[in-house]
């Protein structure tokens, strides 16, 4: 049972918004001495696992130039532009948009935006003037749009980013499955993801959809 | 024997922090100049030597490093000023070009990934085929990159720069994966599976196939909010659930059965205030009255998706 130390120790990391770095080094050596092993023997292992896992980071580096670049020269500037055309009527639809093309996007591991960038200058207010022009929402349901604006830009970002081969979490589990001897192929675990992405897309589109005959009947 | 392999865009990426090391190193303005550059330059270490270090070594550097990200000892150097390109002038005139070298990646990969296995010259093969998405991917992003820099016009310095300056933005963040990815090889060798797989095993009737598969993703889904991350969460479930109950005792499809169990994680992560950065800080951002605005609002999505995966996984994980 001891060795479950390292479980306790990220869950209480976690909550204290210690670096996360430093609780998930400290969880691991905490483990590695409850399952008696020696200092240098859990220190090995620390450094022999990360060695064996720095593909997961690789291309999230290699993509980064690119995306740079990119950002640079106005992609972002681009992405609101596709949204303000593709979408003319409601707040729902303004999600939509954005939470297809941020999944799509991040199918292969590119990120278009994230609250700080996207959500809070570009698509809660589009979404809000969309709502504006069948009149002002109460304060109320202008909340309502922009915690929607929010869970639009989490859905797109958390549940795409499996499809496409070589991506973080696709690797991560490839890495944890081989740890355990039973290994799985990149492929197989990326492609088995495209299913629940399409249904969080629709999932997206009954709450938008909600949202909007919130914003269009009376009530509150 | 393989003219390209993974090690060599390991090492490319090592350089890539080596130099990052370098410009921070040099620049007088940087308020943590000394342990920035050492950070960047141990995990320029661990890419480059990579496999030739000496394991207790490399383990020294990943404490190391994780001590200097914890004493918040890692910052990205001042914003230079934006010069030259108006973002918004930039996007009208580049218009679509701009979204071909992100649609370029994926076609590439997908291309090299069937491709690359069969290029050969007598009995020298281009690729190990078990790395050949992963080449791909590097191949993809060069390319990209050429075709970038031909849309927008700038150079490759330019572009590496804008590499550095998205590298350095992420910080000590980049490697989090990497470093849970690790502690669940920690986990695995310490045996904190068998342990969760004894405490569960012994309460709740995993012998049903069924029963192990609603097991496996609710403990997903739990784990995640009390340990705020999905990321984090894997291992320990899949170590102590997943592999022995669903793969190990009734033949399930470890990969069918990794996909959804971290989707399902995911659904853990729409609910939980632990995921502060994205459900806390969104909701102040926002200006929104209720803290968990946001979690409210995320909560009926995050139960359907957690059913379709239940769902689809009970389906297809012992078929497959």
């Known amino acids: 049972m001891i060795k ?34 020696s200092p240098e023997e859990v220190l090995a292992l620390l450094g022999t696992s990360f060695v064996d896992n ?9 993509m980064l130039p690119v995306v740079g670049l990119l950002e640079r020269h106005g992609l972002q500037e681009r992405v609101a532009t596709l949204i ?43 979404a809000e003037g969309a709502a504006a022009r069948a009149g002002s929402p ?83 | 024997m393989t003219l390209l392999g993974l090690e060599f865009f390991l090492v490319l990426g090592g350089l890539g922090f080596g130099a990052m090391a370098v410009g921070v190193a040099r620049d007088r303005t940087h308020p943590r100049r000394i342990a920035t550059a050492l950070f960047w330059t141990l995990l320029a270490v661990c890419f480059v030597a990579g496999k030739h270090l000496p394991p207790v070594m490399a383990g020294l550097l990943v404490v190391a490093m994780a001590v200097l ?3 918040r000892s890692v910052t990205p150097p001042a914003a230079a000023a934006a010069k030259g390109t108006d973002r918004a002038v930039e996007a009208v005139r580049l218009g679509n070009r701009l979204i071909t070298p992100v649609v370029l990646i994926p076609i590439l990969v997908l291309a090299g990934g069937y491709l690359l ?13 078990a790395q050949a998405t992963q080449v791909a991917l590097g ?58 797989a004894n405490a569960v095993g012994s309460t709740l009737p995993l012998h049903l196939p069924l029963a192990a598969v609603v097991a496996y993703c609710a403990a997903m889904a739990l784990f995640t909010i009390v340990m705020g991350n999905a990321f984090a969460a894997f291992p320990v479930v899949t170590l102590g659930i997943g592999v022995p109950f669903i793969v190990r005792e009734h033949g399930g499809n470890a ?31 926002l200006n929104l009255p209720d803290r968990h605005a946001v979690i409210r609002a995320q909560a009926p999505m995050a139960a359907a998706i957690w059913i379709f995966n239940v769902v689809l996984m009970a389906l297809c994980v012992y078929r497959f």
């Open chain 1, 4 to 37: 479950l130390i390292g479980i306790l120790m990220v869950a209480v990391g976690f909550e204290l918004r210690l670096n996360p770095l430093l609780v998930v080094v400290a969880a691991g050596l905490a483990t590695g001495l409850a399952a008696g092993f």
């Open chain 1, 54 to 62: 720095r593909f997961m980071t690789l291309p999230v580096l290699l």
């Open chain 1, 84 to 126: 303000r055309r593709s979408t003319e009527a409601t707040a729902g639809r303004v999600l939509l948009a954005y939470h297809a093309l941020r999944a799509g996007a991040s199918t292969v591991a590119v990120n278009i935006g994230n609250h700080a960038s996207m959500v809070r200058p570009v698509v809660a207010p589009m």
């Open chain 1, 138 to 220: 109460s304060p109320d349901k202008a909340a309502g749009i922009r915690a929607h604006a929010a869970a639009s830009e989490n859905l797109g970002n958390f549940f795409a980013d499996d499809i496409f081969v070589a991506v973080g979490p696709v690797l991560l589990i490839k890495g944890v499955l081989d740890a355990a001897g039973v290994p799985a192929d990149v492929t197989a675990i990326a492609w088995w993801g495209a299913p629940t992405a399409l249904w969080v897309l629709a999932v997206g589109w009954w709450r938008y959809r909600a949202l909007d005959r919130r914003l269009s009947g009376g009530g509150s």
């Open chain 2, 69 to 71: 990200a914890g004493t």
């Open chain 2, 117 to 129: 296995p069969f290029a050969s010259l007598a009995d020298v093969r281009l690729v190990f085929p």
């Open chain 2, 139 to 196: 191949l993809a992003c060069g390319f990209a990159l050429l075709v970038a820099s031909r849309v927008t016009g700038a150079g490759a310095t330019v572009a590496l720069a804008e590499g550095g300056r998205l590298v350095h933005a992420m910080g000590w963040a980049l490697i989090l994966p990497q470093l849970l990815a690790s502690l669940g090889g920690v986990f695995a060798r310490a045996g904190v599976g068998e342990v969760v």
């Open chain 2, 255 to 285: 990969a069918i059965m990794g996909a959804l169990g971290m989707l399902s994680g995911y659904c853990g992560t729409l609910v939980t205030p632990m995921a502060a950065n994205f459900n806390l800080v969104p909701a102040i951002l």
